[in-house]
């Protein structure tokens, strides 16, 4: 029963920080990374430049989708999944708030973008920020 009631909290929580920094933006599930990201640069974030690492030592943005979605400009990617579905994350800071937004889909170049699946505030100690 606590683990049942522990995890309906963590869904509220989740959903009450979305809706919280969805108030000044109008991100929506479906929309388009690039259309995004310029709402949040335009409402004052800012993208994160990460350095995580796997366990052998290699940067988790510079393997698959990840690697192409840097190299086309885009800094605040932070990982892509290897396998199965394909989700990116990417993180973003204004002021003392962090935000990450998660993408689905596999990239194919800036001519089919990736599709947000959702966003959520994350803690800003627990990125890898220095390399």
Same mark, same amino acid.
């Given at each position: 029963?606590?683990?049942?009631?522990?995890? !309906?909290?963590?869904? *509220? *929580?989740? =959903?009450?920080?979305?809706?919280?920094? =969805?108030?000044?933006?109008?991100?929506?599930?479906?929309?388009?990374?690039?259309? =995004?990201?310029?709402?949040?640069?335009?409402?004052?974030?800012?993208? !994160?430049?990460?350095?995580?690492?796997?366990?052998? #030592?290699?940067?988790?943005?510079?393997? #698959?989708?990840?690697?192409?979605?840097?190299?086309? #400009? !885009?800094?605040? !990617?932070?990982?892509?999944? &290897? =396998?199965? $579905?394909? *989700?990116? +994350?990417?993180?973003?800071?204004?002021? &003392?708030?962090?935000?990450? $937004? $998660?993408?689905?889909?596999?990239?194919?170049?800036?001519?089919?973008?990736? +599709?947000?699946?959702?966003?959520?505030?994350?803690?800003?100690?627990?990125?890898? $920020?220095?390399?």
């Amino acid at each position: 029963m606590k683990k049942s009631k522990s995890k !309906i909290l963590l869904c *509220f *929580f989740i =959903a009450a920080c979305s809706f919280c920094f =969805a108030d000044d933006m109008t991100l929506k599930e479906g929309d388009p990374l690039h259309k =995004a990201r310029k709402e949040l640069i335009n409402s004052g974030w800012s993208p !994160i430049v990460t350095y995580e690492k796997m366990d052998d #030592g290699t940067l988790r943005k510079s393997l #698959g989708d990840a690697k192409k979605i840097h190299a086309d #400009g !885009i800094p605040e !990617i932070e990982t892509c999944s &290897g =396998a199965g $579905v394909p *989700f990116c +994350s990417f993180n973003y800071r204004r002021g &003392g708030d962090c935000l990450q $937004v $998660v993408t689905i889909g596999e990239y194919e170049g800036k001519g089919k973008p990736l +599709s947000i699946h959702h966003w959520n505030s994350i803690d800003c100690q627990s990125l890898s $920020v220095a390399n």
